[in-house]
């Protein structure tokens, strides 16, 4: 229905669109002896529907038809934006030229609208896979329809950006295990085999107990997260979902798109997540960039045991980049990032340092690619019947990241017990949205929009946002 909700667009994954070819992960011609899954005419088929045709969504497809332990056939492409259809049909079909068979998507199944990611699950079968790669203020409507069709779903991150939406979250997710649906979520970094074991080895104690964290996601401005201020030829709400990096509502902004991915793998390493975050970011050199993000974010995250990770935010042009994940213990450190999210090259130091000369242990290389591993484990999950929701674990790294997002923007200590039990929700009635209708942010008078306020706006996040 609607575009593709990731911020890891410019950093070579957003390329897809352009090359119609992602790097890394099992040739699609691989031998497949998979069993019968469903009751459709084809039973060693698995159909998928894509419902948010951008730059993710369509990579997400891709990876989803190199799966090698199963079939699988996209019959079905919804979007609210007509390009972003025509665009995702055709990068797949050149992906996939040498087996067409996997990309069979007429006209009659592309759908568009604000109802099209209906039509989408609806030329499905129950048991077939939804990729739900829209703006995150829709999964909650998306995935409820999902359930409701008795479709498995692969959805990507962030899953919310508020406490009522992942309240509202978690509540289908016990309803698509009482279906016995399985749940993907886009937090690929889960199920690099690299990280596993690092994860395996930190738990093992190989570098003594965690005392600190850090973690880095600095780059210039990319996606829609920088946004000038809207032509008069586009509604506003339209304005919105094509820029949603920009508006918080849309997506929790920069900070939940682009940094969960961090915090995530780190409160992984940890095997815990942190109670409470302070923060503190700001906006720079804005000149005629209108959106509702900070230019920089420094949080300070506290575990239930005292120990902490300090993460580091930037967007901002000709600044040092930095995109990795390190994890401090009393007996060494270890790398969970090196730069980007593959290939990770993982390593282990007998000190803190991390000099060459340090290393204790490294996983070898070439990693497989976890965008295409997700997707392994999910056919695997579906094929032989095993339990397989990953929306709870989803919710918790979204409303941990949403809680170091309202410390910097309210200036104030926030714990998850306050972040999940807030109120304030950014877009009560995104179901209900129209092309023509109210978007759920206001601009000013002079275009640009309602930005957040450290030690101004402290009771709510945003109490400017509401409808």
């Not at 008795?150 to 950006?161: C, D, I, S, W």
């Not at 940890?270 to 920089?296: C, E």
Request: with cysteine; aromatic share 8%; glycine share 8%.
């Amino acid at each position: 229905m609607l575009r593709s909700a990731n911020g890891d667009g410019e950093l070579a994954r957003r390329g897809f669109l352009k090359s119609a070819a992602v790097a890394g992960g099992v040739a699609a011609g691989a031998t497949l002896n998979a069993p019968a899954v469903h009751g459709q005419g084809t039973p060693d088929v698995i159909q998928v529907a894509l419902v948010g045709a951008g730059g993710r969504g369509t990579g997400a497809a891709n990876d989803a038809l190199h799966a090698d332990n199963a079939r699988l056939k996209v019959v079905a492409v919804a979007d609210v934006f007509p390009e972003n259809v025509a665009r995702s049909v055709k990068a797949l079909s050149n992906e996939h030229i040498d087996a067409p068979e996997k990309v069979d998507v007429p006209e009659e199944r592309q759908f568009v609208g604000f109802d099209a990611y209906k039509h989408a699950m609806d030329a499905l079968e129950p048991g077939d896979i939804v990729i739900l790669a829209t703006p995150l203020a829709f999964r909650w409507v998306h995935f409820e329809y999902a359930i409701e069709k008795g479709l498995n779903v692969f959805m990507e991150k962030p899953l919310t950006a508020d406490g009522p939406s992942s309240k509202r979250m978690l509540e289908l997710s016990a309803k698509a295990d009482e279906k016995n649906l399985k749940c993907g979520v886009g937090l690929m970094v889960r199920h690099c085999r690299g990280r596993q074991e690092l994860f395996k080895r930190i738990q093992d104690g190989k570098i003594g107990d965690i005392i600190m964290m850090r973690a880095y996601r600095m780059h210039g401005p990319i996606a829609s997260a920088f946004t000038k201020r809207r032509s008069d030829d586009m509604p506003e709400t339209m304005f919105q979902i094509k820029n949603f990096h920009s508006f918080l509502w849309a997506s929790g902004g920069c900070f939940s798109d682009f940094y969960i991915h961090q915090i995530d793998e780190t409160s992984w390493m940890k095997d815990a997540w942190p109670v409470k975050a302070q923060a503190l970011g700001g906006r720079h050199y804005r000149s005629d960039w209108i959106d509702q993000n900070f230019d920089t974010y420094a949080v300070e995250y506290t575990y239930p045991d005292g120990s902490k990770l300090f993460f580091d935010g930037r967007c901002m042009k000709g600044c040092r980049n930095d995109m990795s994940s390190t994890v401090h213990g009393s007996k060494g450190s270890a790398i969970v990032s090196t730069s980007g999210h593959t290939p990770g090259k993982v390593r282990i130091f007998q000190g803190q340092n991390q000099s060459r000369r340090e290393v204790a242990w490294a996983y070898p290389q070439p990693e497989k690619n976890p965008y295409r591993l997700e997707w392994t484990d999910l056919v695997d999950a579906i094929i032989h019947d095993k339990p397989y929701n990953e929306v709870p674990r989803g919710v918790q790294a979204s409303l941990v990241t949403s809680m170091g997002r309202m410390a910097a923007h309210t200036g104030q200590e926030i714990t998850l017990d306050q972040m999940l039990n807030c109120p304030h929700e950014f877009a009560p009635g995104v179901a209900e949205l129209t092309v023509d209708g109210p978007a759920p942010v206001i601009a000013n008078a002079d275009g640009s929009y309602p930005v957040p306020q450290p030690g101004i706006l402290r009771e709510a996040e945003y109490e400017l946002f509401d409808v």
